[in-house]
DNA sequence: TCCACCCATCTTGTCGACAATGAATATACA
DNA sequence: TGTATATTCATTGTCGACAAGATGGGTGGA
């Protein structure tokens, strides 16, 4: 499936950012006509996860530095609504399936797989998501987490371990607040959790890595 | 230009929800081949606006009345928070493009010209959204106020004068609240026009239409 | 008479080739 | 030598035709 593979490649930076996308390579490494090759092309771009100049070929979106504040009012905004939802409508099958992957993200943290950390902490938030059932929201949810997932590949090439390992009671947290159908908790600790996300993030690239400031010349 | 005009039929209900998309047909009318009408499809189909059935053809994408409660939640919290943010990010040149869309429902409405009420209505919000330079927003927002706009045909075919009248005014107090950038202001009059349209189209839908259900058998 | 299977037909999915557009290079002129 | 123009080349956009899959009707058997 050319559509899945290049999602994930894209996603796991393995096509990195602004570089170009050529349709006759994907050609022979598909073993596929052009023709399904640019309709996985027009889907993505559709998703935004790539931008097609006309007549001009496409490339893999950029991460846009300055489309950081606008991604983090969003993201929070969705990581409150989704968890508000589904503690209200979740169903004991939902609560199985996010408690699952739960236990998946603690697993990985054990193991130190970073990438998994990374995959599996989107699909618990997609799982609530789903659990809250408004399609709209969970769209534009997994769209965000999405996007998140190459933020957090791009800028935390080195991971930092305190950021998983808060994740980890955060979520178990989380869990218990749509467990207990507890939608005022649910908010909060959803807004302590994107609080967390953002600031580690803003904090890792607002790094000072000029060696050379200090430097006598 | 054959999404644009598909999108717009459709928008328009000039093709109606579940009734299907034939390609030859469209290769005739457009007098193109199948595939750039086919990429088009696909554009459609991942903005939600039809959908494909694998190996059996493509259909409008239907208007599932199980899914307004959700659209109905979703279409209020977006409606809060680009007014919001537009109160915030606005800018004067915003404002005026504003204004001109508000005047321009104002003309429509003067005209009873119901089509250009729809029209300018989701024009209108939508140049609010802008103004809140949230492009995640801006997104979501215009897909639901597309599909309110089939909505708003498919229900109000006969339209009830006493609703666009309330638009007015509440737009009104929209600007003025971006105007003076008083994000509480516009947060309140966001929710209260959110609230308008969905108790209007509700109350509509379920009106007891049984005309015969006193009949005497 | 009813059901299962098979075949014809239509629609979709895919292909290889051609046309059109834009970029890069070469060329001519000032 | 620098600039403007023409030409070549690569890449995208489009086309008509073929292959694959699905639907409906017809045929044969029980």
Redesign the pocket.
């Known amino acids: 499936m050319v559509y899945g593979s290049l999602k994930r490649e894209i996603l796991d930076l393995v096509l990195p950012p602004g570089s ?5 390579a994907l ?1 022979e490494r598909f ?9 996985a092309l027009v889907k993505l771009a559709g998703e935004g996860l790539v931008v ?7 490339v893999v979106a950029p991460i846009d530095i300055l489309d950081l504040p606008q991604f983090f009012d969003a993201l929070t905004l969705m990581y409150r609504v989704t968890t508000r939802l589904a503690a209200v409508n979740r169903t004991d099958g939902d609560l199985e399936t996010i408690r699952a992957l739960q236990a998946g993200y603690a697993r990985a943290f054990a193991a130190r797989d970073v990438s998994a950390m990374i995959e599996v902490n989107r699909d618990f938030h997609a799982a609530i998501a789903h659990a809250g059932r408004n399609g709209y929201y969970s769209e534009l949810f997994e769209r965000l987490l999405d996007e998140g997932r190459r933020l957090l590949r791009f800028y935390y090439s080195s991971f930092d371990e305190t950021l998983p390992l808060a994740f980890l009671d955060e979520h178990e947290e989380m869990v218990a607040a749509i467990d207990a159908r507890d939608v005022a908790r649910a908010d909060r600790v959803a807004t302590a959790h994107a609080d967390q996300i953002v600031r580690q993030i803003q904090a890792y690239i607002s790094q000072d890595r000029r060696l050379n400031a200090d430097l006598s010349l």
Chains 1, 2 share one sequence.
């Open positions: 170009a996308v050529d349709e006759v050609t073993g596929m006509s052009r023709t399904p090759i640019r309709e097609t100049l006309p007549n001009r070929g496409t």
